[in-house]
C-alpha cells in the first residue's frame, strides 16, 4: 500500500509542493511575491525569510529550487514516471524531465537552455519556464530576482483566522475515511490519489507521513502478530531492510510496528491498526535520522493517531472532499472539473474514468470535430456504430434530447440494450466548442442505472474549453466509433498480428499473455502454455466437460485438426452463457519450441456481422516472423 519508493529523495523534494489543501480557505485576493539572490540560501517568501538551496546561473539560465514555488504561490507536483515532473497551478501546467533541456509548458513543446537537476538532494529548475507557465512578473537587478503573482486564493500555507476559533485547529484527518492526528505547526497536509490516502510533511521537506485507510471483513479478528508479519512481506518485498519490528497489544488502539530501511537508506517506521472492519497504516520516513532510534523524536505524532475524526475540544481541519455523497473530480488536461457519488473511484486505467461496485461507470473523452461536423452529425455516427455491434432487436434506437451543460448547448444520448436476459444503458453527454467533442460517457446495468445521478453530474460540470484548444491539436476518435474496417497491426520478435483499429489493446505482463484485446462485449487473447497442442486440447475439453456442470447451456463441437498461422493446430468451438449467451474458440498451436492458446469469445447479442468480420480478419492476419 506505500507509496511508490522510485527516487526518494526527489519525492522528499516533491513534498514541499504538495501544498496544503487546508489555505484555500483563505480565498483573499493578494499579490505573491518571491525574492532570491544568486548564490544566496537566503529568500523571502511573501515577506517571510525563509531557507533555500542557493540559485544559481548555468548558460544564462537562472536555477531555482522546485519547492519555493509552493511556498510562495501554491504551486502543485507530481511524479509521472522516474524522472518526469509535472508542476501545475490551477489550469496550468510545466511538465519537466530530470536530465533533459526540453519540457512542456502550458502545452507547448519549450526548449530549455540548461536541464532540471538534483543538486544536494533538492530539484533545480529553470526560473523563466515556472514564471511563464504561472504568468508571473519577474524583475532581475545586481543578482537579485523578484517574482510577483496576483493570487485570489490567498497566502500559501496560512491558515484562515476566524475570530474565536484561532489556535484551536490542532488535529487534521478526514471525516469520510475516518481517521485524525495532531497536526504539527506549518506542516502541510493533503489527500493522497484517493478519499483513503493522505500526506503530511513539513515546509523543509525533512520529513513525510503516509496515511492508508481500506475496508476488511469486520467480523474477521487479525491478531497483531499477523499484522506484524503482513508488515514485513510487504517490506521485504520492496527490497527494504527490516531493522526493529515490535507488537503494542496495550497501547490506546493496539498496532503493530515495523521500522526498516529502503535503498535510498532512509529510515521509514511503519505502524498498522485494525479497527472495526478498517484497516490503518501509517508510514513515515525522516531524512536526517541517521539511527533508527531517532525516529523515537516522531512518537509523539504517530501516537497521537485515531481511528476516529471529531476529538471533543478540539477542532480538527478536514482534508476530506466529500460533501452532500458527492466528491470532486478533474481533469487538467481538459479543463474539466465535475463532482461524483463518493464511492465511485477512479479506474487504473490512466484515463480520466470512474467506476463503482454496482457496475456504473463514466468516463470523458476528447475528440476532434470535422470541419462543419455538428452534433447530429455525432448522432448519426453513434447510432450506426452501434447497428454495428448489435444484432437486430438487442438494442433500442438511440434516443437524444438538447441539454445545456458547461453553459453550452450540447446533447443527451440515451441507449438501452439487452445482453441475455439483463438490460443495460448507456449515456452519453456530448458537446461541442472550438473545435472539439467533449463526450461524457455513464454506463450501468439496469438495477444500478440511475438518469438523475449522470443528470447531477452534468449540473455540476464546468470545462475552461480554453484549455484544450490552446493545448492539442488533432485528437483522434473513440475507439468504439472508429470504422469497423480499419486496421491496426502489432508485430513482436516472433510474430505479427492486424486487428481492428476499434478494439483497445490490453497491457500483460510481459510474458504471459502474449497480446490481450478487448472488443465490445468480446476479447481475444495469446497465451503461452507449457503443454504439448493435443495434451492442451484434451485438457481443454475436460475442462468443458466441468464448466457443463454449472452451465447445463454449454454445447462444444468436436475438436477439429487443422492448420493455423501454417502449423498443426487444434480447433475448438463451443457456446455457452454466462451472465449471457456467449460463443467462443480456442485454437491450440505450435511453433518452433512453443505452445500457444489463441481465445476469442464474444456476446451472441453482439455477434454482428461486422464484429465476427473482425474476429476473422484478425485470425488469418496472425504470422510468424521467424
Known sequence: MRLAKQGMALLFVLLLSIGTSL??????????????????????????KTKIEKPYTQNGTVMVPLGVFQRAFGTKSRLEGEDVVRLSYGSKAATFTIGSKTAWVNGSKSALAAAPVMKNGTLMVPLRPVTDMLGAAVKVA???????????????????????????????????????????????????????????GDPDGTYMLQIHVWEEDASVSVPLSDVLEQLEQEALESGETVVDRETFPNAILPYARLITRDL??????????????????????????????????????????????????????DLSTIKDGQVSAASSDYGVTLKLPAEWIPTDTGQFEYAAEDGSSLSLQVTSAAAGETLQDWHTLLQSRMDELFVTGKAKPIVSEPLKAAGVDGRLEKLTYQLGTEEYHWNWLVLQQEGYFYILRYSAPAEAYKEQTFRRIIGSLDIDFDTVASSFGKLGQISYLKDKSL??????????????????????????????????????????????????????????????????????????????????????????????????????????????????????????????????RALQSFKFLK
Open 23 to 48: 489555505s484555500a480557505l483563505a480565498a483573499e485576493s493578494v499579490t505573491l511575491t518571491l525574492e532570491v539572490q544568486i548564490g544566496s540560501t537566503s529568500a523571502l517568501v511573501n515577506g517571510e
Open 142 to 200: 545586481s543578482g537579485k530576482i523578484v517574482v510577483t503573482l496576483k493570487s485570489d486564493n490567498g497566502i500559501p500555507g496560512q491558515k484562515p483566522v476566524k475570530g474565536d476559533e484561532e489556535g484551536l485547529s490542532g488535529r487534521v484527518g478526514s471525516s469520510y475515511a475516518g481517521w485524525s492526528i495532531d497536526y504539527p505547526e506549518n506542516a502541510t497536509a493533503e489527500l493522497g490519489d484517493n478519499e483513503f490516502s493522505a500526506i503530511l
Open 264 to 317: 535510498d537508506g532512509l529510515y521509514w517506521e511503519a505502524r498498522r491498526y485494525y479497527d472495526q472492519g478498517r484497516v490503518y497504516t501509517l508510514y513515515l520516513g525522516d531524512s536526517l535520522v541517521e539511527d533508527y532510534r531517532e525516529l523515537e523524536e516522531r512518537a509523539e505524532l504517530l501516537d497521537s493517531f485515531r481511528p476516529s475524526f471529531a476529538t471533543p475540544g478540539i477542532k480538527t481541519e
Open 487 to 616: 486496421n491496426v497491426t502489432k508485430s513482436t520478435t516472433d510474430f505479427q498480428i492486424s486487428v481492428p483499429a476499434y478494439w483497445t489493446s490490453i497491457p500483460g505482463s510481459g510474458v504471459q499473455p502474449e497480446l490481450r484485446y478487448s472488443l465490445p462485449g468480446g476479447s481475444l487473447s495469446l497465451t503461452l502454455i507449457g503443454e504439448g497442442v493435443e495434451a492442451a486440447a484434451a485438457k481443454a475439453a475436460r475442462g468443458y466437460a466441468d464448466l457443463k456442470l454449472d452451465d447445463p447451456t454449454m454445447s462444444v463441437e468436436p475438436p477439429q485438426r487443422t492448420l493455423f498461422a501454417g502449423a498443426p493446430a487444434v480447433r475448438l468451438a463451443y457456446t455457452g452463457t454466462d451472465g449471457s449467451p456467449y460463443q467462443a474458440e480456442d485454437i491450440y498451436f505450435r511453433h518452433g519450441n512453443s505452445t500457444y492458446w489463441m481465445h476469442t469469445q464474444l456476446d451472441q447479442a453482439m455477434a454482428t456481422p461486422q464484429q465476427l468480420d473482425g474476429i476473422k
